[in-house]
């Protein structure tokens, strides 16, 4: 039975709303889709929007548009009546010198370390062909 509760009624409202409102936009969204625990809290909320190659998730990360869609997510998400909190920093403290990583490139190191030192809902990009490459399009393995 899958429950459609009123955080979930909200966020789906909201990213739909998003990619209407960037659908004539070039590079296209090519997939979307969230999860989480946010009816525990609302800042256990993940977004994902994908594009279709990596050379357009380039393309919209230096045009600035990544940025916009994340902007146009949580204006949606919170003029749809989603707790403002989720998207505020709470930095915790994390002794980050005792962490030590084996491999990635040094984004994927930034992000993961944002990830574990502040709590709040996060709006993502990836690619259909990233997914592809790395983990032979299966998605579930791709974001666990």
């Known amino acids: 039975m899958v429950l459609f509760t009123k955080r979930k009624r909200i966020i789906e409202k909201a990213v ?3 990619v209407q409102e960037v659908d004539n936009r ?3 969204i090519y997939e979307h889709f969230f999860y989480g625990a946010y009816d525990q809290s ?9 594009f279709e190659t990596d050379a357009e998730l380039k393309e919209a990360k230096e045009s600035g548009f ?9 204006d949606n998400l919170i ?8 998207f505020e920093l709470t930095n915790m403290e994390i002794p980050t010198d005792k962490i030590t990583f084996k491999g990635g490139t040094k984004e994927d190191i ?18 259909k062909e990233d997914i592809d490459k790395k983990t032979n399009g299966d998605y579930r393995l791709y974001f666990q």
């Open 16 to 18: 739909k709303k998003t």
């Open 26 to 28: 070039k590079p296209k």
């Open 42 to 50: 609302p800042q256990y909320l993940v977004i994902w929007y994908l």
């Open 66 to 74: 990544c940025k916009e869609i994340e902007r146009l997510t949580i």
């Open 79 to 86: 003029s749809s009546g989603y707790p403002k909190e989720a």
């Open 110 to 127: 930034e992000k993961i370390l944002f990830s574990l030192t502040h709590k709040k809902a996060m709006i993502s990009f990836t690619t």
